[in-house]
Nanobody
Framework: QVQLVESGGGLVQPGGSLRLSCAAS????????MGWYRQAPGKQRELVAA???????HYADSVKGRFTISGDNAKNTVYLQMNSLEPGDTAVYYC????????????????WGQGTQVTVSS
């Protein structure tokens, strides 16, 4: 089993910054990819940013140039630096890890964090 613990959410004014962190622990052999999703009230969960084990990144168009995803493979941790925050960024943010748990099986499992609230308001 793998556990993900998120931190870093909160209330920030428009134009401000926040940094989210998500650390994974448990039965981890390797991590294929890490990502951040968000879900606003009444909306579907959407991908915000993702990073592969090799460091390739992908961003939603709405956050390009404002958000930066990074990962620390040694610490099994993913970060999301969010700058120039807008009210439209208000949502619960969830981290997502795609994990291989044993060296004898290539099967990939997906795990989710518990979610952290980000509110952008004046």
């Amino acid at each position: 089993q793998v556990q993900l613990v998120e931190s870093g959410g909160g209330l920030v004014q428009p134009g401000g910054s926040l940094r989210l962190s998500c650390a994974a622990s448990g039965s981890i052999f390797s991590i294929n990819a890490m990502g951040w999703y968000r879900q606003a009230p009444g909306k579907q969960r959407e991908l915000v940013a993702a990073i592969t084990h090799g460091g390739d990144t992908h961003y939603a168009d709405s956050v390009k140039g404002r958000f930066t995803i990074s990962g620390d493979n040694a610490k099994n941790t993913v970060y999301l630096q969010m700058n120039s925050l807008e009210p439209g960024d208000t949502a619960v943010y969830y981290c997502n890890f795609k994990v291989v748990t044993t060296p004898t099986s290539p099967y990939e499992y997906t795990y989710w964090g518990q979610g952290t609230q980000v509110t952008v308001s004046s």
